[in-house]
């Protein structure tokens, strides 16, 4: 019997991604928010069949739209630990309780459960290894630690 073109899609484990964060450089209030930046330090990436590290350069660039809910633009690198370089642009929705919300903008612990921080990652290589990577969509869910990220990617089927 042919596959359903239309089936709901379905969802491959990819990679967990652990991503060490300084703390933000608020611009302040622009037109539709809040503006953001946090560097991002490095951090550790455990792939299906593969592995690496975040490199150092990259940032974080958040709007708080408002007090219960900001949009997330990373953009950093990816070395593998074969050499390869993988350039990932993530971007993503947080929110939650105003007053949870905030305290994650400070740094403070918050409960994972009561934050919805869901992402939508898109990664560029010239890795052989990993080149199919450029022809498909991944989505993915987060956690913002004080000092870190962590995310677990998959790809959609």
Known sequence: ???????????????????????????????????????I???????????????????????????????LDARYVVETDAGDLVFVQNQAVRSGPPALMQRLARGEPVDPA??????????ETASSALGWINERLFV???VRHPDQVVMRFFALG
């Open 1 to 39: 019997m042919p596959t359903d073109p239309l089936a709901a899609p379905t969802l491959s484990p990819f990679a967990d991604f652990a991503v060490q964060v300084a703390e933000p450089q608020v611009v302040g209030a622009v037109p539709h928010g809040t503006r953001r930046v946090i560097p």
């Open 41 to 71: 330090l490095g951090g550790t990436v455990r792939g299906e069949g593969w592995s690496g590290r975040v490199l150092a350069g990259g940032a974080d660039f958040q709007l708080i739209v408002h007090a219960g809910y900001a949009e």
């Open 114 to 123: 009561q934050i919805y921080f869901r992402c939508q990652p898109r990664f």
């Open 140 to 142: 993915g869910a987060g």
